[in-house]
């Protein structure tokens, strides 16, 4: 299963609304996780099974959809969001999508 | 508190062999599927495996089927990661990750960097 998200980097201001897409190339359900990524240090887990916010995440971040297209919106960007994020299928085996670059304005 | 600390990364030359360990503390990790990730310096995240809680379960990235194989010790909490005919391409840093149960990965180790060069 290949995994396409778009886009590939975006630029935007403290505040901003940004929305990251994820396009699977066959239906996964909603087996399909979020991860964000900072310089140096391990992915960490923001949502999964779609739409479910891990504990400990900030609600700012949500995710959304079925099938084969999926959503992660942060619904004010902080200082502290910008980094690179990456989607995931769990349907069958694993893909990560090739990762969003979310860098400031 | 949840740990996974990776060892045995290092330079290889191509063609060599390495062998990955992963030691888990800090839950109970008979219970957990577990995988392994890799980052090529500068590029993304790529799945590189996956064992099942009770070992029986096993699937690998086409990239690295018939070269890579995995395996636990639940008695040990230990996972590893034996690693053959490695290309330069095989170069970056191997992570361990615990899997939930929708396959999210809810821990991860610090890392472990393999560099495959001559």
């Known amino acids: 299963i290949q995994m396409t998200q778009s886009p590939s980097s975006l630029s935007a201001s403290v505040g901003d609304r940004v929305t990251i897409t994820c396009r699977a190339s066959?239906?996964?359900?909603?087996?399909l996780n979020w991860y964000q990524q900072k310089p140096g240090q391990a992915p960490k887990l923001l949502i999964f099974?779609?739409?479910s916010l891990q504990i400990g995440v900030p609600s700012r971040f949500s995710g959304s959809g079925s099938g084969t297209d999926f959503t992660l919106t942060i619904s004010s960007l902080q200082p502290e969001d910008f980094a690179t994020f990456y989607c995931?299928?769990?349907?069958?085996?694993?893909?990560f999508g090739q990762g969003t670059k979310v860098e400031i304005k | 508190e949840v740990h996974l600390v990776e060892s045995g990364g290092g330079l290889v030359q191509p063609g060599g062999s390495l062998r990955l360990s992963c030691v888990a503390s800090?839950?109970?990790?008979?219970?957990?599927?577990m995988n392994w990730v890799r980052q090529a310096p500068g590029e993304g995240l790529e799945w590189v495996s996956y064992?099942?809680?009770?070992?029986?379960?096993?699937s690998y990235a086409d990239s690295v089927k018939g070269r890579f194989t995995v395996s636990r010790d639940n008695a040990k909490s230990s996972l590893s990661l034996q690693m053959s005919s490695l290309r330069a391409e095989d170069t970056g840093v191997y992570y361990c990750?615990?899997?939930?149960?929708?396959?999210?990965?809810?821990?991860w180790g610090q890392g472990t960097l393999v560099t495959v060069s001559s």
């Open positions: 990750a615990t899997a939930g149960a929708w396959g999210e990965y809810k821990y």
């Open positions: 800090g839950f109970t990790f008979s219970s957990y599927e």
């Open positions: 064992i099942s809680d009770s070992g029986f379960s096993i």
């Open positions: 066959q239906s996964i359900s909603s087996y």
């Open positions: 099974a779609a739409s």
């Open positions: 995931q299928q769990t349907y069958n085996t694993r893909t």
